[in-house]
């Protein structure tokens, strides 16, 4: 029987129906071309051969290999606990060698005294060097097998069936006359030329069994650009599509109430930054095609007056804008900001949010629907189906990573032709990255701060120091400042969390009395939350104590001091986010971290980084080399960045070659009609082309 991609591996030679359905069960693998995309998820290194003198020194402790002797060989019984232990030495030391599970016919098999090498994990203990289950090879052996071993992730269930490393070495042997057969080559000579990208099947062959490291290193490189390059045609496929098809409203005039504002109201001039913001917005809005433009900008950066002027625009040209944000607090402040700064215009706007009454509601939809309202700010409230427009032409999404994909389309269906679209994220991150995951969004960046804005001062102290940062805090207040202390709040150890909060609370207001003390978190009704916010805001509280409710947007330029307690447990964008909230005024202002006097190494890397620098697209490239880009642009769109081989972060040059080339690609040959662009065509027919894409933006 012929076998292709398709092939069940149960006719895969060393299967077998049985065990086929075994490794389907449990790695979800039922075609051969499943199993060739089951890449080892490392190799062991066998040319490297160490000295056991330098085994106390090593990093890698996982694939040793030594070459030597075993020069005893012992057997303890106790009671059922058999075990075998071989002293194995070379000419600079020796360690121990354990079985823990063998069959007597190994103690036959091992040799003594005879020169052989052993591989495995190295353990410490004792004072004592030990490889526990070592893989034992005789030299005469070594000729043919290769210096780089894959290694394949399997399981104690496949384990105790035979299925180990060996039967994956034996089936991926037997496949290595298949491959050339059955892998279709998907890139054109020409690119592959251009590019030095091996052929597709010499890339499977390699990844599976590699010579060396080179080749090696060649395979990887061609698997991670055919992720790269797949998926970045399907964006440029996508942006095309969008720019024959879509319609837009277009925006061509900016009139009074621009005009007004600009000249009149504007209390600062804008930063060079935000004016390019602007005038990349403006060319959009003006043509008949809808806008979807990512505004990315620090904390800080003054992304809502970019937005406030980008709705004038829309305003001008006789179109309702939205503002949604995430949090109720959030959209209040955008609100009351607002709505001060356009107190002298007849601009109107209102605020709509879960807690908005229900005959307000009511007469806020009917003047959206006659088109009296030309603002709405609100929070995912918004999104409900009762609330309609006469003529909405911009949607404005503050901190968008804050909603999920599903929510942000809704937005769109409230019009036959869909508003422009202005999403606006304060975790800035990579651009290569940023084109990839926001693959179909134009990209805006306010790369810099307002003038004059003071660096905030960022410390790390430990609790045992804790007296003394509130003893500095209680100095601030006296100078008339505000402070924060923002307590971790995580949902598996919740309860725990609010006693902490609370105790927090308790012991804040005692010693800090008679300064006025106030609360934050997630679980009080809205109108406390606004009635302790605005306390705050006001500058009646001199202190602020909250969970990360905090964490995006809040606006009070007085307060100066951010303490947070048990940093280590928050991550490094949310405590950058949250350091954002203070240096809004003329003050100078101070982030002090307190963490507990132990840190893993991972969490004194983040309070490292955030104390050394305030860029945030600096912060995010940490963050994301700490945590994977998944865990940091939320769960619920990770999907879109899920690659087997390619990494977003590492591999930011091949992403750019790979735009590179599909640029050239498209523009000369838009549809891919061309003979030579045959195999990409068909691949990405039957690979990349989704069935439905969500919404019009990612
Ligand atoms: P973010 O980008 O984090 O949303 P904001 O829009 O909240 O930042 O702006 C932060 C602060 O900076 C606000 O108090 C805002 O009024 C102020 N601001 C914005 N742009 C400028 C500017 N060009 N010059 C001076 N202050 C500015
Ligand atoms: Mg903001």
Known sequence: MRVSLDSSIEHIKGIGGERAKLISQVLGIFTLEDLL????????????????RDLGSLKEVSGVQLLGKILRLEEANQGKHRRL????????????????????????????????????????????????????????????????????????????????????????????????????????????????????STAFQEVHFPRDRVTLHNAERRLKFDEAFFFQLRNGLKKKKHERYSVGHPMPSVGNSFNYFYKHVLPFSLTEAQKRVLREIRSDMKRPIQMNRLLQGDVGSGKTMVALLTMLIAIDNGFQCVLMAPTEILAQQHYHA????????????????????????????????????????????????????????????????????????????????????????????????AMS???????????????????????????????????????????????????????????????????????????????????????????????????????????????????????????????????????LSQLHQLRGRVGRGIEQSFCILLTSDVLSGDARKRIKTLCETHDGFLISEVDMQLRGPGDILGTQQSGVIDFKKLDLIRDQVLIKISRDAVDYILKKDPELNHPEHGMIKKYYLKYYKEQQIWGKIS
Request: hydrophobic share 40%; charged share 25%.
């Open 85 to 200: 232990t071989a002293v194995f030495s070379d000419d600079t030391g020796s360690v121990e060698l354990v079985w823990f599970k063998y069959s007597s016919w190994l103690i036959d098999k091992i040799p003594v005294h005879k020169e052989l090498y052993v591989f495995g994990k190295v353990n410490y203990f004792n004072r004592k060097f030990s490889i526990a289950h070592p893989e034992i090879e005789f030299i005469e052996n070594r000729k043919n097998s290769p210096a780089l071993v894959p290694v394949y992730s399997g399981s104690e269930k496949l384990l105790k069936r035979g299925i180990n490393a060996k039967f994956f070495e034996k089936i991926f042997h037997s496949l290595q006359n298949i491959i050339p057969s059955t892998v279709e080559e998907n890139l054109p000579l020409y690119l592959r030329e251009k590019l030095c990208l091996v052929s597709r």
């Open 437 to 571: 995951y926001y693959s179909d969004l134009e990209i805006s960046v306010i790369d810099e701060l307002p003038m004059g804005r003071k660096p905030v001062i960022t410390v790390h102290r430990k609790d045992k120091d804790k007296i003394s940062v509130f003893r500095f805090a209680l100095e601030e207040i006296k100078k008339g400042r505000q402070v924060y202390f923002v307590y971790p709040l995580v949902k598996e150890s919740k309860a725990l969390d609010y006693k902490n909060l609370r105790e927090g609370f308790e012991y804040i207001s005692d010693f800090f009395s008679p300064y006025n003390v106030t609360m934050l978190h997630g679980q009080m009704k809205a109108e406390e939350k606004e009635r302790n916010m605005a306390y705050f805001a006001s500058g009646e509280a001199q202190i602020m104590v909250a969970t990360t409710v905090i964490e995006v947007g809040v606006n009070v330029p007085n307060a100066s001091v951010m303490i947070i307690e048990s940093a280590e447990r928050f991550g």
């Open 37 to 52: 995309y089951f890449f080892p998820y490392k190799y062991l290194d066998k040319s490297r051969v160490y000295k056991v």
């Open 338 to 433: 607002i709505s001060s700064l356009l107190k002298l215009s007849n601009v109107r706007i209102a605020l709509l949010t879960g807690s908005t009454k229900s005959h307000e509601r009511r007469a806020i939809g009917e003047q959206l629907l006659e088109g009296s309202l030309s603002i709405v700010v609100g929070t995912h409230a918004l999104l409900e189906d009762n609330v309609r427009f006469k003529r909405l032409g911009l949607a404005i999404i503050d901190e968008q990573h804050r909603f999920g994909v599903a929510q942000r389309a809704k937005l769109w269906y409230k019009n036959k032709i869909p508003p422009h679209v202005l999403v606006m994220t304060a975790t800035p991150i990579p651009r290569t990255l």
